[in-house]
């Protein structure tokens, strides 16, 4: 009797319960977007999921994909089809994709210090008419990393002038007319400038002589001073 009973206790309570847990191990939602800082796509990548596989999709991927839940499927049942593991295409197929798919964005190029200062003088000449002689611009703080094929890049818009100091500027990345990744970069901007600069060291008490001082000019990153 107690046998019995202990047996309809599994199947009411206990049952159920493993069900729905077997069902959610092998159910997953594929994630809106990925940004992957590696070639390398891994199936734990663009799912969410208590038991992420640690699957290789796709190797040197260097642009923008996207993959739909169907996509995937095929994927993953073209992989359980290389493998020789009998278990592993059994549980590949038994996984239910949920979602509308990814967009992965791997960040596999990393843009140098010269090309983000020279492609974005070349838009500040183009956008608000630079006067590319009286300015200077370096790039700061750390390397950027960007997809390396099928994207395009454009800084975006800001007012119609500029001064000397530090300021950040978005760089966005479109992938097939749309935007799909955006990334602040750091700029330190010098502007030319002129003074009047003393020719020698002038003693405290001596008079300064127009012979003694002469105009210079000088790039500076200082915003703030009046010359």
Known sequence: MKTLFSLLIFVIVL?????????????FYMKPKAILLSSDVMLGDIINGK???????????????FLSPED????????SD????????????????NGTGTLIVP???EWTAKTLEDS?????IKEIQLDHEN???YKEGKPILLPETGVTFAWRKFGKSIHAGKRIFPLDVFFEDKPIYSTPVSFLIEEKKEAWFTKREIDTKEIIQEYDVERRKF???DNHTEY
């Open 107 to 109: 960040l596999t190029k």
């Open 15 to 27: 049952l159920p319960l493993y069900s729905e847990q077997n069902r959610n191990q092998k159910s």
């Open 120 to 124: 974005l003088l070349n838009f500040l």
């Open 82 to 97: 290389k493998n020789l593991d009998p278990s592993f295409g059994n549980q590949l197929s038994e996984m239910e994709i």
């Open 135 to 137: 300015f200077k611009i």
């Open 51 to 65: 038991n992420k596989e640690d699957l290789l999709l796709f190797k040197g991927q260097k642009g923008p994909i």
């Open 219 to 221: 790039f500076t990153s």
């Open 72 to 79: 995937l499927k095929f994927r993953l049942s073209a992989l």
